[in-house]
């Protein structure tokens, strides 16, 4: 792995230097964008619209907006604009791991220690391991302030990006149901949920859409392309409710006995 952060975690006055990894990756197929007249490849250009000539990469910057003109920002605008946080996780506070909201989840980082630290590094993992807390820290990476929650997966610090406040709309404003249901309907749901309540395999998940399209892809270059299956979800209506609650139960159980 390559590390894409080198810096420093810091809890109290306490230091710990580190390098980050991505700790997830994207399984997506490697797909190009083609013409569907004959299959050429699409590409994007990053084109001068005062020249129209291509610009290439190192003479590209960022600016921003102001009156008639920009603002031209350079790198190391954006490492001064917090040079402290674009060069350490600085834990702010802990908090109980059940009080974090799935939602606020983005992405995972695994935190190695460089040299030297490795005593440190150990100590804030096992306290966080004993007190089942996460850290919360904030810090820059790629010209923007990520809040972060700082944990331990499989024996390693991991560090989850999470979302700001103000990045979490108002679920107030969809359009929810006002159908109640009867605590004898709750009661089997409850009952169902039991039913299928199993300690968490994570092994034993595994993503099989893109086989499925490899295998589309196979038969297409070969030629021999199956009719798609026909799939329509059907909402269960409300009078059906109890009854499908009841074979569902029901078939769980004999698939356990069985």
Excluded: C
Excluded at 135 to 141: E, I, L, N, R, S
Excluded at 145 to 160: I, K
Excluded at 195 to 214: R, S
Excluded at 218 to 233: A, D, H, Q, R
């Amino acid at each position: 792995m390559r590390s894409i952060w080198n810096g420093s975690i810091s809890f109290g006055l306490v230091s710990i230097p580190i390098k980050m990894y991505s700790g997830s990756e994207d399984r997506k197929l490697d797909l190009d964008m083609l013409d569907r007249h004959d299959n050429a490849r699409i590409r994007y250009k990053r084109i001068n619209e005062e020249t129209g000539k291509e610009v290439e990469w190192k003479d590209i910057v960022k600016g921003f907006k102001q009156d008639d003109g920009y603002v031209v920002l350079e790198k190391e605008d954006f490492e001064q604009a917090n040079l402290k946080k674009s060069k350490t996780i600085d834990i702010e506070e802990f908090i109980d791991e059940v009080e974090v909201a799935d939602v606020l989840f983005k992405k995972p980082y695994f935190l190695e220690p460089q040299k030297e630290g490795g005593k440190s590094y150990n100590l804030l993992r096992n306290a966080l391991k004993k007190t089942k807390k996460l850290g919360v820290a904030t810090f820059v990476m790629r010209q923007k302030e990520h809040l972060s929650l700082v944990g331990v997966y499989d024996n390693a610090l991991v560090l989850h990006v999470i979302r700001f406040e103000d990045e979490i709309r108002d679920p107030g404003e969809l359009k929810l149901s006002k159908t109640k249901v009867t605590k004898k309907e709750v009661d089997m749901a409850i009952s169902l949920i039991e039913n299928y309540t199993e300690t968490f395999d994570f092994a034993k998940y595994k993503d099989v859409y893109n086989d499925q399209l490899m295998k589309i892809i196979k038969s297409k270059s070969t030629g021999k392309v199956k009719e798609p299956e026909k799939f329509e979800s059907k909402p269960t209506p409300a009078k059906d409710l109890m009854a499908q609650l009841k074979a569902s139960l029901e078939k769980k159980k004999k698939n356990k006995a069985s």
